[in-house]
């Protein structure tokens, strides 16, 4: 059997944990606003099927999506799972009636979080565990000691691999680093949101993986007006273009754009094979 081309390369996070630079992100297979049931199951179904047939082994995921509904499609379309597939969930937050998202970062919360994961997903030990933290999308300043020292309890009991962190600052993820290693940080960034430019060089420094959310999100105008022109010029979508822009931007780039779609998902895998010039680079880096 032909073997499979992982899309945009792989990254290795760890010793047992190599994934495509090109990941899927579930977050979009819940129903509306990310709850409740999604409004085609087998719809999503296929869409998983398809995101591994193209050779993406980084699914992200979470419990508190649907809630419990992404995970519970993910281990019908997938389990047994295949064996260089590796699952990265977060915890952090959890759902209210109302679909709103507050923090559940106690001990105790994690602690539950984490057996919903390894309940819902069908599986004995999580590859990664981010604790998310901060606000809706930004981080927030704050000790993150407690809650990340629980996971690391967890992490030493054999329920967790390895531990990342979501939507923080660059001292908690030294302060997450003097607890145990972080070999992932998923932070909101885009080519034209590039506060963490500098995290981004820091983490590839130490072989630490950085994995940007809304990666296509937040473009002015006039932003979009320059990514289209170099799309318009590589003969490709913006969307293409933001997305190889970052797997351009530091080899330690994952990417998780997450879709309902099979011809979405193909798109974003078709993006990681395009390749822009120096000229295109200068351009797109002059919008930040």
């Known amino acids: 059997m032909e073997a499979k081309t992982a899309p945009g390369g792989t990254f290795t996070m760890a010793a047992d944990l190599t994934v495509s630079r090109m990941g899927y992100g579930a977050m979009q297979l819940a129903g509306p606003h990310v709850f409740g049931p999604p409004a085609d199951r087998d719809a999503a179904i296929a869409v998983l099927r398809e995101a591994v047939a193209l050779g993406i082994t980084h699914i992200d995921t979470s419990d508190f999506y649907g809630p419990h509904v992404t995970n519970q499609v993910i281990k019908e379309a997938l389990h047994p799972y295949p064996s260089d597939l590796r699952i990265v969930s977060k915890v952090g937050a959890r759902r209210d009636e109302h679909g709103g998202w507050p923090p559940a970062r106690t001990p105790a919360e994690l602690r539950s979080a984490v057996h919903d994961n390894l309940r819902n997903l069908g599986l004995d030990v999580l590859d990664v565990v981010n604790l998310r933290v901060g606000g809706q999308q930004r981080p927030a300043a704050g000790s993150i000691a407690e809650s990340f020292g629980a996971l690391a309890e967890m992490q030493r009991e054999g329920l967790i691999r390895h531990l990342g962190v979501s939507n923080v600052l660059a001292e908690q993820v030294a302060e997450a680093q003097a607890i145990a290693p972080v070999v992932c940080v998923q932070n909101l960034y885009n080519v034209a949101n590039r506060e963490d430019d500098a995290l981004i060089?820091?983490?590839?420094?130490?072989?630490?993986?950085?994995?940007?959310y809304f990666p296509l999100?937040?473009?002015?105008?006039?932003?979009?007006?320059?990514?289209?022109?170099?799309?318009?010029?590589?003969g490709a979508s913006a969307q293409a273009v933001a997305i190889v822009w970052l797997l351009q931007r530091s080899p330690n780039v994952l990417l998780i754009p997450g879709t309902s779609s099979i011809a979405h998902l193909?798109?974003?895998?078709?993006?990681?094979?395009?390749?822009?010039?120096?000229?295109?680079?200068?351009?797109?880096?002059?919008l930040a």
């Open 201 to 212: 060089d820091a983490l590839a420094a130490q072989g630490i993986a950085y994995v940007p």
């Open 217 to 234: 999100g937040g473009f002015t105008p006039l932003q979009s007006q320059a990514l289209d022109a170099v799309a318009a010029r590589r």
């Open 266 to 286: 193909r798109e974003n895998v078709a993006a990681a094979r395009l390749t822009l010039s120096a000229d295109d680079l200068d351009e797109l880096n002059a």
